[in-house]
Nanobody, 123 residues
Framework: VQLVESGGDLVQAGGSLNLSCAASGIIFGANGMAWYRQAPGKQRELVAGISSDRKTNYGDFAKGRFTISRDNAKNTVFLQMNGLKPEDTAVYYC??????????????????WGQGTPVTVSS
């Protein structure tokens, strides 16, 4: 499995970024996909996940600002981030095999990770 993220950048507060993750080596359409992030000194946390049938889950901080989507024809998952804040600064990781069950109460990352793309939001 190979996951290649792109789109991370330095952006001013209030700005937007669109991250992409191109997947290979998996049956993309059958897999849940997700974005996680990890800021320095903090644990990795879920940003957003999307199931194979396009149901979505978001971290509380992402609701209303971020949108996850997928293009199965291109084996790519996207993360549109609007209204960025300095606290969004982190390395953003793509994850394959994400699972949400029990009506979204239980969210689990899959085993495959990308190398990460850094997002820096300046104040």
């Amino acid at each position: 499995v190979q996951l290649v993220e792109s789109g991370g950048d330095l952006v001013q507060a209030g700005g937007s970024l669109n991250l992409s993750c191109a997947a290979s080596g998996i049956i993309f359409g059958a897999n849940g996909m997700a974005w996680y992030r990890q800021a320095p000194g903090k644990q990795r946390e879920l940003v957003a996940g999307i199931s194979s049938d396009r149901k979505t889950n978001y971290g509380d901080f992402a609701k209303g600002r971020f949108t996850i989507s997928r293009d199965n024809a291109k084996n790519t998952v996207f993360l549109q981030m609007n209204g960025l804040k300095p606290e969004d600064t982190a390395v953003y990781y793509c994850n394959a095999g994400f699972i949400a069950y029990n009506r979204g109460r239980v969210l689990r990352a899959g085993d495959s990770w990308g190398q990460g793309t850094p997002v820096t939001v300046s104040s």
